[in-house]
Nanobody, 122 residues
Framework: QVHMVESGGGLVQAGGPLKLSCEAF????????IAWFRQAPGKELEFVAA????????EYADAVKGRITISRDVDNNTLYLEMNSLSPGDTAVYFC???????????????WGQGTQVTVSS
């Protein structure tokens, strides 16, 4: 079992950076896949980025590629999402997620955090 808790969300000005964290409690590691999703008000859940916890291949959605970086700290069991050049379109609840096996291109994840709100003002 893996319990994941997001933090770092809040109000940020357009154009600014923001760094989100997701701390994993439990047996996260090994070949687990870790990902970030987001959901804007009234819209479907959207894939943002993913990586393998141990082997570190990364995957990004086209909408955020080039201005978002996914990373992790194995010593702290923490996943990060670094965002730059934020716009109001990035306003959403951001979720971290994990699955026992990382498969490039998958959108299926077993464990989910509760989400952290990111609001970008213009």
């Amino acid at each position: 079992q893996v319990h994941m808790v997001e933090s770092g969300g809040g109000l940020v000005q357009a154009g600014g950076p923001l760094k989100l964290s997701c701390e994993a409690f439990g047996s996260a590691g090994g070949r687990f896949g870790i990902a970030w999703f987001r959901q804007a008000p009234g819209k479907e859940l959207e894939f943002v980025a993913a990586m393998s916890w141990s082997h570190y291949p990364t995957e990004y959605a086209d909408a955020v590629k080039g201005r978002i970086t996914i990373s992790r700290d194995v010593d702290n069991n923490t996943l990060y999402l670094e965002m730059n050049s934020l716009s109001p379109g990035d306003t959403a609840v951001y979720f971290c997620a994990a699955d026992p096996i990382f498969i490039l291109g998958t959108r299926h994840y077993t464990y989910w955090g509760q989400g952290t709100q990111v609001t970008v003002s213009s």
